[in-house]
Structure formats: C-alpha cells, structure tokens
C-alpha cells in the first residue's frame, strides 16, 4: 500500500505553514500593518504607479484590480520567478522542511510575469429610442394634406385619377422630409435619413351609443408609411447607410406601419352606415379595383393593410388540420376587420397573386411536408400545398360571412385575374 502523500495534501501542509505575505513582501512593498487583514502595494506584474495590488491575510489570496492577476501562495510563486506548479510545490516544500521561511536562502531570481493593465470598464448608457407609435405621432405632427403630391404617387402606380378624390384622399398626408427610421429620444431626429413620404391614418372603429341610437367613431392608432422615390411617383429604393457586402437585407424598407395598427385601417372616402365599401388590403389594390368596378363616387374604400386583419382566422379543426369543403371563421381567435352595425353593401377585393400554403419542411427530407387538408365532407385527411387560387377562395368566404355575420348586405367579393393584383390588372387594361 502506497504511504505517499497525494499533491493536494502536499499542497494543503504546505499552504497552512506558509505566510502569503512573507512571499510577497521578498518582492513587494506592501503598505499597513503585519496584523491588518488588507495589505496594499504597487503589482510587481504591470507597470502601475498605484497601490492596485491587494493581499487578504485572512483568506490567503492577492488580486490586482489594475491588470486581474490574482492566486494563493502557489501561484504568486508561480508568476514570480517563472516555475512551474510542481518546481514551486518542491521549492516551497523544501523551504519549510529546512526551518523558518523567513530566514530561508533566496537564490531564485525574479522573474514576474508581465500583464496588460485591465481597460477601464466604464458604465454605458443604452441609448432609449422613439416608440414607434410616438415616431408616428411626430411624423403625422409635420406632414400635411397635400393633394397634389398624394396623386402623383398614386398615379405613378398606375391608379386611375377618376378615383382619386379629395375625400377619397383625406386621410392622407405628405412629408418632403419623413425619417426613415426611428432615433434617440435625447437627440430626435436630426441626423436620420429622410425621404418623400405619403402617410395614411390608420384608425380602429368603435360603436358609440347615444341616444339617438348611435354611431360609428374611428379611433386613430398608427400611421401606414409609404417612402417615395425622389420623383414622387413611386416607392423609395434606397440602401441602409450602415449596410455591408453580403448583408440579406441592405435595404431601407419601403414601408413602415407605426403604431398598434393590426385591427385598424385606413379608409379611403367619407365613412357612411349605408355606403358601399370596397375592402381589401392595399391602398393601391382597393383604389384600383374601385376603378376596375366603376364604384360610385361616393363608395368607400377600407384598406386594411395585412391579408390577416382582411380575412381573420378560419377554423382548423383539431391537429390543424384545414376543411377545404367548409371553411368558417373563428372569431373568437381573430375576426376579420370589419365596421360595426354596418348596413350597406360591402365588396371584398381579393388579390390573386398569393402564395401557396406549402406546410413545415421535413426534417429528414427538408422539403416541405404540406398542410393538413380534408377535400370533401367525409374525405381523408390528405398533405399538400394549398394553392394560392385556395388561399383566394378561403380569404373571400372568410370575408364575406365575416360582414355578413355583422348584418352589413350585400357581400360579394371580386378577384382580378389569377396570378395578378387589383394594381397590377388595372394598369394592365390601361396598357
């Protein structure tokens, strides 16, 4: 059986007779008093001027709080004369076994280790930025009714001027100079890019009894931003300042919604119970279909800024699994926008250019795996896309029940031809 002493018992009879501040003040001049339990001095390991160096007579350990050296016995002895862990055990080993380690002969030379003093670490602020609801807010403030302006961009899309009238237009307005994107609180916006804007008030209708009976109040909530090229006549193609080669995305974004804008919209004329709505979700799609339609002059546009906030959500059945054969609403997840107690007609303007819904990828395959579908009533449950002509289809049932489910009549719905947008088709007969 092996009597030896492990290295951890060595190390530990030698760590209870040393005196670390007897080892360090061979190198080290160390301020106060040999019984106060924090001595201080200059590091031997950086070129300091300052008593950084600190050693801790109670527990055993040194730290500099210039460069971080910091250790026991073992590792002052260590860095100090250049040994290893085993050369500075067996030359602390031998010191203590011949007598006194203070009279003990010192025929190592000093060889300190040589560290960078530690960077001053200087609190910093994070900088606070605008609330997007308030960059909004100041961005309607400065802006400005100008109708002029606001056609020439519509126009430069390719809507027909017959539909754009000042009521039509009313709830939009037009900046020269609109930041692109959002800035410190501290500083504002001075400083941050800016560009040719058309912004449109984006508002969320309420029912307000009275009694009278009531009436329809549209609550502001946001702002759509659209960034224009500098001849007005188009969207902004613009880089970010600060992008790099090879970064996704580099470009400024042509639009920005500012503000909880997800159930609101802009509505393009002046709102009435019983007037005709044309509801779609683009400024340029439902102005353009209102052309398409020969809406009267005084139907109402209803842009509601996102394929979700236009449909809501349909009702999948459990495992979320899509029927096809009968598609409802679930209003109780999300409802699609509409106006409360409305009573006149109402036309959903369906864009057919969406995307087939093609599912989750295969982890294995990586190829995506298809939605959930059931076909017909009674029919299997199937995996595949659903086709963007089915995504028209859904979004235009999903609509329509929607309004009709408030009391709003007739509901219809109209769809350019497939593969195209209102904007697209409109400038396309116009070609």
């Known amino acids: 059986m092996n009597d030896r002493p492990s290295i951890h018992e060595r190390k530990q009879r030698v760590l209870s007779k040393v005196s670390l501040v007897d080892l360090i003040e061979r190198e080290v001049k160390l301020s106060g008093s040999s019984g106060a339990k924090n001595r201080r001095g200059k590091c031997p390991f950086h070129n300091g001027n300052s008593a950084s160096f600190s050693v801790k007579t109670d527990t055993g350990f040194y730290r500099c709080f210039g460069c971080g050296a910091s250790g026991d016995a073992f590792r002052f002895v260590q860095d100090m004369y250049g040994l290893s862990f085993m050369d500075a055990l067996a030359r602390l080993e031998a010191e203590y076994g011949e007598g006194d380690l203070l009279s003990a002969p010192r025929p190592l030379t000093a060889r300190p280790v040589q560290r960078e003093r530690a960077p001053i670490q200087r609190a910093v602020r994070p900088v606070e930025y605008i609330e997007p609801i308030d960059m909004g807010r100041a961005i309607w403030a400065k802006a400005r009714f100008e109708p002029s302006f606001i056609r020439r961009y519509f126009e430069g899309r390719g809507v027909p001027a017959s539909v754009l009238s000042d009521d039509r237009l009313q709830q939009f307005r037009y900046s020269s100079e609109c930041p692109v994107h959002g800035w410190p609180v501290s500083k504002g916006p001075k400083g941050v890019p800016i560009a040719p804007a058309v912004i449109g008030l984006v508002r969320v209708p309420r029912w307000r009894e009275t009694a009278e009976g009531g009436f329809v109040e549209f609550v502001p909530v946001g702002v759509h931003v659209t960034y224009l090229n500098p001849e007005g006549t188009g969207?902004?193609?613009r880089r970010k300042p600060w992008a790099k080669d090879g970064d996704e995305d580099p470009m400024l974004p042509k639009r920005r919604m500012l503000g909880a804008v997800g159930k609101g919209a802009v509505i393009l004329g002046e709102y009435r119970r019983d007037a005709h709505?044309?509801?779609?979700?683009?400024?340029?799609?439902?102005?353009?279909?209102m052309a398409m339609a020969e809406a009267a002059p005084d139907a109402v546009g209803v842009a509601t800024l996102s394929l979700d906030n236009l449909q809501g959500d349909p009702r999948l059945?459990?495992?979320?699994?899509?029927?096809?054969?009968?598609?409802?609403p679930d209003a109780e997840r999300r409802p699609c926008f509409t106006i409360p107690c409305h009573a006149g007609p109402v036309t959903g303007v369906i864009d057919a250019d969406m995307s087939p819904l093609r599912g989750q990828r295969d982890r294995k395959t990586g190829q995506p795996a298809g939605e959930a579908v059931v076909e017909r009533k009674g029919g299997p449950i199937v995996h595949r896309a659903i086709t963007g002509a089915e995504r028209a289809r859904i979004c235009a049932q999903l609509m329509i029940k929607g309004w009709r489910a408030i009391g709003a009549g007739p509901v219809d719905a109209i769809r350019p031809p497939m593969g195209m947008d209102f904007n697209d088709a409109v400038k396309g007969d116009r070609s």
């Open 277 to 289: 709505l044309f509801v779609g979700e683009g400024n340029e799609t439902v102005l353009s279909a």
């Open 317 to 328: 059945w459990k495992g979320g699994i899509w029927p096809l054969h009968a598609i409802e």
């Open 235 to 237: 969207t902004m193609i």
